[in-house]
């Protein structure tokens, strides 16, 4: 299978950069995928997992929101944030969504409704991504 240099770089530094045969991206509205000789375009990542393939085997990271610029020879991924699923802590997600919950609650202004929404959203991504990978 060809392959394509795949770099993916969070905002708390590189997180792989290698060989790739299969990208598969989280995008607002479902996922999409990514091969060697893929035409140029850039996509916008949606919080969610980024599945990718490297000599046969699987890799799966829960990336957050950013921006994906693709060439058939490389594709460069910035994301605010990467993690593998199994190394979210789940009792700290757990304590993360019920803090953005009881925010939801209180009266607040449109930017904290936001930011709570999206604290929430990310909780709850971070725990259905060490629910689906716990081994």
């Known amino acids: 299978m060809n392959k394509f240099m795949l770099n993916i770089t969070a905002s708390s530094g590189e997180y792989y950069q290698g ?5 598969v991206l989280p995008i607002s509205d479902g996922v999409y995928g990514i091969q060697a000789g893929h035409s140029p375009v850039l996509v916008a990542i949606h919080m969610g997992i980024l599945h990718f393939e490297v000599n046969g085997e699987s890799r799966d ?3 957050g929101d950013g921006i994906a610029e693709v060439t058939p020879a490389y594709v460069m991924v910035l994301v605010d944030s990467a993690e593998r699923p199994e190394d979210i ?5 757990e ?3 019920i803090r953005a919950e009881e ?3 209180h009266q607040q202004s449109m930017h904290e409704y936001y930011q709570s929404k999206i604290a929430l959203d990310r909780a709850m991504q971070r725990l ?3 629910a689906k990978y716990r081994r």
């Open 95 to 97: 304590a993360a969504r």
């Open 103 to 105: 925010r939801l609650q």
């Open 19 to 23: 060989d790739c045969e299969d990208l």
């Open 128 to 130: 259905q991504a060490a």
């Open 61 to 63: 990271i829960l990336v």
């Open 89 to 93: 802590d789940k009792n700290r997600a």
